[in-house]
């Protein structure tokens, strides 16, 4: 009785009785969303591009954390850093595609997806090597991004916006428009979605696999350093962000593999479900349930709607 | 050719089936009798294999009924239809490309095979009594498909053909009462052909197996079948022998068009 | 000509179904059985130490070979992938603690397998999800299975009973006098407990395999629309694969705390080490349980004595070439995909081919 009490009650009430309480709790669920959205999206760029899925993508958050944070701390100014991990990204897109890719034309999606693990081990040891392994701090300040809080008075209570939070969700919201148009108005952005169906078809119309290859995934790191600069904000920057870059998983089950703003509502809907989960019926559980109530949504929607919100009912043949 | 007295094995009732708008069979009805062979024929998209697909239970009408050996089906899924003793081939080889041919062959055997997971686990007594057993029965096939030299190749490198008569090798394997045969001949040479052909009627003949298939090629299905179904959209146009449905007009028009 | 079928005719069916129909296999085998019972344990490996040898290198290396049979009897065989493998191991460790708790005077052994049953129930659980969805997706659900997992084995207490270290201790056990767990235990002895584990579970996995069960298996893999329509049932097959796949890897688990680490905490069994055990499958070979040694070895003993011999030898740092181990692996994995993605597995099959030509390559 307690139990269901706990579970069907109590929380509403707790809800309605401290609204202030609620609405920054959804604040809060939706930046991370914002933020889960972003990561995911750089997986659909890739996965809609060249049929890959790129298990590295929260390992490039991490390395472009870390590389961003070394640099600074190298002397160097801190936009000219960005400048410097950008142009990093690039050449290791370029890498990427002549070692890996190049080699893994036309083989399965399991092949593919095993050798980004493999780059993700590489990236991984690399990273450490070079940058270390110790947790740092981001250099947000240094960045120009706003610090500090506005309190915003509100059912008798008040409710705190980080004034970087609310960076971060401009700067995500910009950075996925940009992407959406760039993916259905280029001629870039059609030659990657022909690339996506298949590798063979797109070379004989003439799309150069190769620089479509690098294009993305330098775009995937342009993501990867958005969002690392923002979660590394957020917490430290240490190898734990990949674990945080693994919550981009389940919000590409409910907004399926290839849909950009399918992306961003599973993002929204990961986010401020699982914050919700957290704060309201974790402590029947004990705490710490964030670490898999992600992946839980993700499963129901798989039971009931496999496809994803976005994407379309596939028909078996024979 | 068409014998009043044989029994009638499967017959298939006012049969409905859509995806979403798309109508793919619309209230077809025929039926299939012991030991015949049966052809299914009609242009691209006539609803050919989805009309295989409802016989074993991989799609599921929305309105009709099955009738198995004088009693209605229930709606089954399709590893309980295979035990009821309905086999098939597939349009686009559908085979174990892991395995090799006789593994393959195998494979058609698993339903006959019963010895519990203890046995299997120790591979002792009746688990390879029961594998050895099926062995045999399984290189018989093989022997009789003429197959034997591919016997421990792997599949996938194959050449066509070949994959054609593994996968007719498996489906005999479960030794069926009714085989369904999915464009057997499809993308073969005349000399592939004529083989398939020849196995077609043996198999027919010599285990009184009940075929019925669904081809593209009208000179092999004119020989082969005893009786023929005609499908147009969805829709049935005609169902008699070779010679009958031949003259039928609307047939003819189906084939070579009509100015509407 | 090295190696031959020819002239080694069969004239059984049951012959030729045995394990090792070629002579030539059998002689392999023996040369690895006498090293892996006799010399290794006796002399050590070169240019390391005796205890060395036995506790970092072969007590490991025999566990993780059976984890990869276990993961590999679910991806290679059964075609799921799953990406939960080291929280079933905690799964397997956890709950041979707790067995050994409830049942203090309950043979060490006897637990072991005992805790690989109750992994086989977990597994079965959290491998429900496949029967509506496949690939990625699965992948997914499994992480779900990994995290939810790492998460209870923090959060109850009761599975650590209580201990302020929330690490499992593993107690004393003995059986006809012979110490077996714990602090006071030989090397040798757990050393040869693993090995007998590991020598039983691959034949049962071998027998399993060439069987129905195991043909089942690799049907729904190969091609689960017709597995379906020549008769078998999706949910049986997906299931006994996840079953029987984490019966192994549960028992490996209980091995890797009880006959190797000695205390374990929820760091063994996080999701970099799940990634670990898919290297091993996946550079061994998928679908092969030869593979299953081949891999465990490249992946577990290589960067090991590579680490021993560059502290030693070279004076190398230990942080410098844990990293570079870990870049190694990752090269490693790249090449064999690029260059044979069926693995060393298959590098083997492929080098015997040429083997029973040799001298003449046509």
Partial sequence: MDLLTGIFITPFAEMIGLPDLFFQALWDGFVSGTLYGLIALGFVLIFKAS?????????????AALALISFYKMGVPAWISVVLVLIMFYALAWLIERLILRKLVNTDGNILFMSTVALSFIIIGAAQWIFGGRPSSMIHKELGFPVGSVEWPMFGGGVYFELLD????????LLIVCLGLFFSRTKIGRGLRAVADDHQAALSVGISLNQIWVIVWFVAGVVALVTGIFWGARSDVSFALQIIGFKALPVLIIGGFTSVPGAIVGGLMIGIGEKMFEIYWGPLLGSGVEG????????GFLLFKPQGLFGDKIIERV | MVNEQKKVMMEVKNINLRFGGVIAIQDVSFDIQEGEIRAIIGPNGAGKSSMLNVINGFYHPQEGEIWFRGEKRPSMEPYEVAKTGIARTFQNIALFKGMTT????????????NKNFFWQLFRYGPAIEEEVEHRKRCEEIIDFLEINHIRKSPVGSLPYGLQKRVELARALAMEPELLLLDEPMAGMNVEEKQDMSRFIIDVNEEFGTTIALIEHDMAVVMDLADRVVVLDYGKMLADGTPKEVQSNQAVIDAYLGVAH | MYFRETGQFKSKYKEELAAFPIFEDK?????????AFVLIPIFGLPGLSWDFTMSAVMIPVVIFTITTLGLNILLGFAGQISLGTAAFMGVGAYSCYKIMTIFPDLNALICVVLSGIVTAFVGTIFGLPSLRIKGFYLMVATLAAQFFLEWAFIRIPWLYNY??????????KEMFGIVLTGAKSEPLTRYFVCLGFLVVLTWL???????????????????????ELIGVRPLTAKLSAFAFSSFYIGISGALMVFFWLGAAEVESFDINHSFTYLFMVIIGGLGSITGCYFGAILVWVVPVILKEYGKSVFGIDAFVMENFTTILLGVVMVVILIVEPHGLARIWQIAKQKLRLWPFPY
């Fill in chain 1, 292 to 299: 898999w109530f992600a992946y839980f949504i993700a499963l």
């Fill in chain 1, 51 to 63: 049929g890959v899925f790129n298990f590295a993508q929260p390992i490039l958050v991490v390395l």
């Fill in chain 3, 27 to 35: 002689i392999g085998i023996a040369i690895a059985a006498l090293l």
């Fill in chain 2, 102 to 113: 006789i593994e393959n062959v195998m494979t058609g055997r698993q339903l006959q095979m």
């Fill in chain 3, 163 to 172: 201990n302020i270290s929330g690490a499992i201790e593993v107690p004393y």
């Fill in chain 3, 205 to 227: 996995a071998s027998n399993v395999i060439r069987g129905r069960i195991g043909r089942s298996w690799m049907m729904i893999r190969d091609m689960d629309i017709a597995a």
């Fill in chain 1, 166 to 173: 609310i960076s971060a969700a401009v700067v995500a919201v």
